[in-house]
């Protein structure tokens, strides 16, 4: 289920401001998970789908239900950084991404994280039916289409 | 109905963590703004209000509608600070608060801050009258109960 | 002193995520002061500036000394806003500059900033003369160069 | 080297304000990760220590190297959290703390994080000895006392 290395790879821009530097002249470790969401929400865009078009027309939002998050090296202050984002596994509750911030081409940051679908009460709820399958035809051979999740 | 100087005061203390610092190794500027936020959330639940619960069972927000800041003296990384809250007057959309954020007997940060009420699609709306009843008592003779807002 | 109203204009897209918002369902409040920074920052950038090559090089930062904001409109989830700042006024320790939040064409917040250079034990100083000569430039006949500040 | 399920545990109050939220209904997912280092520091202040100082005095900071976190249950505007901490391994340059954020008896949030102690240009350095004892003697017989790291 995991996908090839050579999976489609999405790409965003960040740039760091003063907001996400703490006192340790570094970037704050809880704010690359701003950074990935950020990166999520352009590929929802990018495949035709808005968070708050799906939340207002669905009733469901993406949430994150699991993060893993490997801190290599400090991003700082007027760095500009890419979030690379890849599509590893698509079942039909949730979804699985691999994202890397990178800065001048070394690895930062690199996260795993798992979404899952969820309603207006917190209950985890199936994928609307296009955003999941725009999702794996975003992943192409890279994902899975597993019946759990 | 300018409150007079020893108006009632009340006191939030708060404790500066790395993310609320900067890469200039002092508080970010606009995080002065969540703890005047904080400080007003505070003062409600002391009065018997919580926002969630105007939220959910009036329609209504306290929304800041306009806020200046004067930045003295900044905080730093474990800095245990406290936030006064005097009330100035009540009336009857609007309620206008001085904020001042201090440490160590200095004063850091002054804000003055109208707040406004608005419904769920951003109207403005009349403060739901047990609230403005509470803020007027609070405030006692420092605030007036003028008509308009 | 006060710029035309013609004043040349910087202006920076912002697009609205999660983070930026909360659970009344608009932009929280203290995050337009974020956009703000970003803003200025990309202006400084746009004149050949870079904050950390500031606060690195020179030993100062540009920091905020007082800020007036003024909520009009709620901003939402997936906005996409620009942010136009207009440098008012430039003086030998302080800048001025006025900064507008639009969207589609409406203001929504709409901020007052003096900015003051400190050095890094939070002492005010006088801003980098090629900083200062640069804003200068960029304002044109909008800014004063007044001596005080 | 993993604690035993009864190791010594730390408790950190936090209140869920405006600012944590988003336009969900929920707290934000990378908020957790600032309640969870507040809880920390707040380990750390009992013990004897503030970031500030060993940033001042020993010139390293305590940075997180990997953090893994699963979602549970949502938290929401006014809920009163708590954060328990628990150490659960000690090594010469990382420790392993266990991290659950809790709110009326259920976990919300699970979390695992390893800290490493890194110096002012980011290079990984060991954990200075007054901290680090102090560490093993708060976990007790929970946390092991590798000499890796």
């Known amino acids: 289920m995991t996908g090839a290395i050579d999976a489609p790879c999405h790409e965003t821009a960040i740039?760091?401001?003063?907001?996400?530097?703490?006192?340790?002249?570094?970037?704050?470790?809880?704010?690359?998970?701003?950074?990935?969401?950020?990166?999520r929400s352009e590929l929802l865009r990018d495949l035709g789908f808005e968070n708050s078009a799906i939340l207002a027309q669905k009733g469901v939002a993406i949430a994150v239900r699991r993060v893993t998050a490997d801190y290599m090296k400090p991003a700082r202050l007027d760095d500009l950084l890419t979030v690379a984002t890849r599509v590893r596994a698509v079942h039909g509750a949730t979804?699985?991404?691999?994202?890397?911030?990178?800065?001048?081409?070394?690895?930062?940051?690199?996260?795993?994280?798992?979404?899952?679908?969820?309603?207006?009460?917190?209950?985890?709820?199936?994928?609307?039916?296009?955003?999941?399958?725009?999702?794996?035809?975003?992943?192409?051979?890279?994902?899975?289409?597993?019946?759990?999740?």
Chains 1, 2, 3, 4 share one sequence.
Do not use: H, S, W
Not at 134 to 140: H, P, Q, R
């Open 15 to 39: 740039r760091v401001y003063y907001e996400d530097t703490d006192t340790g002249g570094i970037v704050y470790y809880a704010n690359y998970l701003k950074y990935a969401e950020r990166a």
């Open 95 to 149: 979804v699985e991404m691999e994202q890397v911030v990178r800065c001048d081409g070394a690895d930062l940051v690199r996260m795993a994280v798992t979404l899952a679908c969820i309603n207006t009460v917190g209950r985890p709820v199936r994928l609307p039916p296009e955003v999941r399958g725009a999702l794996i035809e975003f992943a192409g051979d890279a994902a899975g289409t597993g019946t759990d999740g």
